[in-house]
């Protein structure tokens, strides 16, 4: 069983400040998917990586994928309250995908 | 992407009965996912459904208790069977979008289910 271990599994920060949620394996992934989900809400593709060391933005978002394809970090600059959500990763193998357990981020005004 | 219409939306449900959650695509796919939920938590795959053959279940799961139809390649049903306070939990099916460094999943909005 492939496991991905997400820290921290619980943030609550002030508007305007930065964070950052991680994504931990033992298992090496084709492609790493991020995801928000929000309440009564299903999960929401924010974006996938595939190349080892590989880094995306996403406005104020950066994904990176760790060279040996078993970690990733997605960074928020200046959080803002609409970044409110439950933050998933998802490692993707042979056509499955793994679930992390998720970060649950609240940014205060 | 692709768009889903899941419903019920939420059920409360009493144990012993079977409720059938239904997910519609808007575009053709090969094959559907459906996953459990607590809220908060991570998804665990129950089973992927696969037009025109029988669904694959992950360990920990069995037809009898999540029965699946896919009769064409827009629409798949599950059903909770026999249901106990356990099976409380949100219920969301999902299917895989463009390819490569775009993939990803699309999931609807979940049904979330609670047996007393």
């Known amino acids: 069983t492939q496991l991905l271990e997400q820290s921290p599994q619980f943030l609550s920060i002030q508007e305007g400040e930065n964070l950052t949620v991680y994504c931990n394996s033992s298992?090496?992934?084709?492609?790493l998917q991020w995801y928000r989900q929000e309440p009564g809400e299903g999960p929401v593709l924010l974006v996938t990586v595939v190349t080892g060391g590989e880094v995306k933005k996403l406005k104020r978002l950066t994904f990176q994928f760790g060279d040996a394809r078993k970690d990733s970090s997605l960074h928020i600059t200046a959080a803002q309250p609409g970044d409110t959500g439950l933050y998933l990763c998802?490692?993707?193998?042979?056509?499955?995908?793994?679930f992390g357990d998720g970060t649950t981020l609240t940014v205060k005004p | 992407s692709a768009v889903i219409s899941q419903k019920p939306s939420r059920d409360i449900c009493q144990r012993g009965t079977s409720l059938t959650i239904q997910c519609q695509v808007d575009?053709?796919?090969?094959?559907m996912f459906w996953y459990r939920q607590q809220p908060g938590q991570s998804l665990t795959l129950i089973a992927t459904?696969?037009?025109?053959?029988?669904?694959?279940?992950e360990s920990g799961f069995v037809i009898d208790k999540f029965p699946i139809s896919r009769p064409n390649l827009t629409f798949s049903t599950l059903t909770v069977s026999n249901m106990s306070p356990e099976d409380s939990s949100i219920y969301l099916c999902?299917?895989?979008?463009?390819?490569?460094?775009?993939?990803?999943?699309?999931f609807g909005s979940g049904t979330r289910l609670t047996v007393v």
């Open positions: 998802a490692g993707v193998n042979a056509g499955k995908s793994t």
């Open positions: 298992s090496v992934f084709s492609s």
């Open positions: 459904a696969n037009q025109g053959s029988e669904a694959t279940y």
């Open positions: 999902s299917v895989g979008t463009g390819g490569g460094s775009n993939y990803g999943y699309t």
């Open positions: 575009s053709q796919v090969t094959m």
